[in-house]
């Protein structure tokens, strides 16, 4: 029994955290001058939404959006933003598909 509460407990942090995760990536989104500190931010929370939950690489979209409709202040050609998205996306590529083959297999008693 103290298992099963322990396990329902951490379900519903898990849940308060994937939330705070997805209001502060919007947050960061929202800002008005977009900086390389956000961009590296943003690639970061995406990651560890993924580590909360599977669904969470679906902040990857939302981060190539924003990265191609970045303002031609902050990013002045596409040859730049080309840069920026293949190293945002692949830095969660990357640590998604690590932590996915990297997990250690439960063990059976």
Do not use: S
Not at 15 to 40: D, K, M, S
Not at 78 to 107: D, E, F, N, S
């Amino acid at each position: 029994m103290h298992a099963g509460l322990q396990l329902e407990h951490l379900v519903l942090r898990e849940t308060g955290i994937f939330e705070f995760l997805i209001v502060c990536f919007f947050y960061l989104a929202t800002r008005p001058a977009p900086t390389t500190r956000n961009l590296a931010l943003m690639t970061l929370i995406c990651i560890a939404a993924y580590y909360t939950r599977a669904t969470g690489v679906l902040l990857l979209a939302a981060l190539v959006l924003f990265v191609v409709f970045l303002p031609a202040a902050t990013c002045a050609t596409w040859k730049t933003r080309a840069k920026i998205l293949a190293a945002t996306v692949g830095t969660v590529i990357v640590a998604a598909v690590r932590g996915r083959y990297t997990r250690a297999a439960p063990q059976a008693d």
